[in-house]
């Protein structure tokens, strides 16, 4: 495959996945230094509503850090606990939230965001990349960062559902969870929609195979996006399989509080089924709310999948009711 048709067949995988599973259509570059200061947002509002967090003394943290086997780069501001700590979506680094956390840390709480292994400024980590691993990961990060819980994590889509599998392995150092849409579990175990999941599997395929190709392309360009590739293409592949084992193993979250926020707008790119998916989808994340018996639903009107960018304001609003 010459260098140009593979950077296209990369350029083009991206581009189907962000309609897909709700990444965030951009490739980011690995970058070995922390980001230069850019403008961000207007902040939206952030006033707590269930009284003032407990400072906490420390400072704003930006770095690499050690989890053993690589270091994964850790972002955290603001002051106050219990301390949020995020999750993306699949293909989406942290950055898409950064209106979202300016608001809550200058204002509530402390927020921490990071690169999972292989996005962003993180470096590779082990296969495969399922959820139990992603989660693992993070409780070594956070330790090792020196951020003490409890925290309240913050999920969306496949975010949502490490931040699930991570609230089962660590359940003493977790205070509640916030998912944004959350892939549907029933799916994932194999249950309706049999025309999309053939979809998925074969746009994890393709994805795969742009990973391979920009691993073995003298293209600088494809080369310098070929782990985030592959750690995508793990997390792809590993969907029906280990993760969705892991999720469908945690039965409840007891009274764990737990808020689990829908999307109204289906995706057209699912053609005729997109409205019936969209209402089971819902229907899913209801039934997830009721694993805890603290656990509520509730909907973004007017939202899609990214839920974080079209109403950041019921995000924002769900996370500070979770403030004590």
């Not at 967090?53 to 850790?74: F, N, Q």
């Not at 694993?291 to 996370?319: M, N, R, T, Y």
Request: include cysteine; glycine fraction near 8%; aromatic fraction near 8%.
């Amino acid at each position: 495959m010459s260098h140009q048709k593979s950077l296209k067949l990369i350029i083009a995988v991206i581009l189907v996945l962000s309609f897909l599973v709700g990444c965030g259509g951009s490739v980011p570059a690995p970058q070995s230094e922390a980001p230069a200061a850019t403008s961000t947002p207007e902040p939206l509002t952030a006033t707590p509503t269930l009284g003032a967090p407990t400072p906490t003394p420390e400072a704003s943290l930006d770095k690499l850090v050690d989890v053993g086997t690589h270091r994964l780069y850790i972002h955290c501001t603001g002051t106050g606990r219990p301390t949020i700590v995020i999750d993306t979506g699949v293909g989406e680094n942290y950055e898409s939230w950064e209106s979202i956390i300016e608001s809550l840390s200058r204002e509530t709480t402390r927020v921490c965001a990071y690169d999972r292994a292989g996005y962003g400024q993180s470096e590779p980590g082990p296969m495969p990349r399922d959820s139990q691993r992603v989660a693992d990961e993070l409780h070594l990060l956070l330790a090792n960062s020196g951020e003490d819980g409890p925290f309240l994590l913050v999920g969306h889509s496949l975010g949502a559902l490490n931040m699930q599998v991570y609230a089962a392995s660590y359940p003493e150092e977790v205070a509640a969870l916030v998912l944004l849409d959350p892939s549907p579990l029933a799916w994932m175990m194999g249950e309706g929609f049999p025309e999309l999941r053939e979809l998925f599997n074969q746009e994890s395929m393709a994805l795969r195979e742009a990973a391979d190709a920009a691993s073995a392309s003298s293209d600088p360009d494809a080369r310098a996006i070929a782990a985030y590739l592959d750690a995508t293409a793990s997390e792809f592949e590993e969907f029906f399989g280990r993760t969705a084992d892991e999720v469908s193993a945690i039965q409840s979250f007891g009274e764990l509080p737990l808020t689990v926020i829908g999307a109204t707008e289906p995706e057209p790119r699912f053609g005729e089924y997109a409205q019936a998916f969209r209402q089971f989808w819902n229907e899913e994340s209801q039934m997830l709310a009721g694993k805890s018996e603290s656990g509520k639903f509730i909907l973004a009107e007017a939202s899609s999948h990214h839920i974080h960018l079209d109403a950041p304001q019921v995000v924002i609003d769900a996370i500070l009711e979770m403030i004590q």
